[in-house]
Nanobody, 118 residues
Framework: QVQLVESGGGLVQTGGSLRLSCAASGTIFRFSGYAVGWYRQAPGKQRELVATYTRGGTTNYADFVKGRFTISRDNAKKTVALQMNSLKPEDTAVYYC??????????WGQGTPVTVSS
């Protein structure tokens, strides 16, 4: 089993920044072999992809965060981060960390809430 714990969420004003972190623990044989990502779910909406970081080192972003958010990973520490700049009220959501194993299993954290005030 793999456990993910997110942190770093909170309340910020429009235009502000937050840095989310996700720490993985448990049965992890080689963290660098896992795909990682951040998703978010706003009230009344479906969960949506924010950014991913593949095993091969490629990053992908949803159009609505391109140029503002940056995903990074530290394989030695088994952590994933999401630097969020120029935050907007529409970025308000619960943010979830996700990792996918080469065998196709997915793990989720409990989520960390982000609120951007106007």
């Amino acid at each position: 089993q793999v456990q993910l714990v997110e942190s770093g969420g909170g309340l910020v004003q429009t235009g502000g920044s937050l840095r989310l972190s996700c720490a993985a623990s448990g049965t992890i044989f080689r963290f660098s072999g896992y795909a990682v990502g951040w998703y978010r779910q706003a009230p009344g909406k479906q969960r949506e992809l924010v950014a991913t970081y593949t095993r091969g080192g490629t990053t992908n972003y949803a159009d609505f965060v391109k140029g503002r958010f940056t995903i990074s990973r530290d394989n030695a520490k088994k952590t994933v981060a999401l630097q969020m700049n120029s935050l907007k009220p529409e970025d308000t959501a619960v943010y979830y960390c996700n990792i996918g194993t080469p065998g196709g299993r997915n793990y989720w954290g409990q989520g960390t809430p982000v609120t951007v005030s106007s």
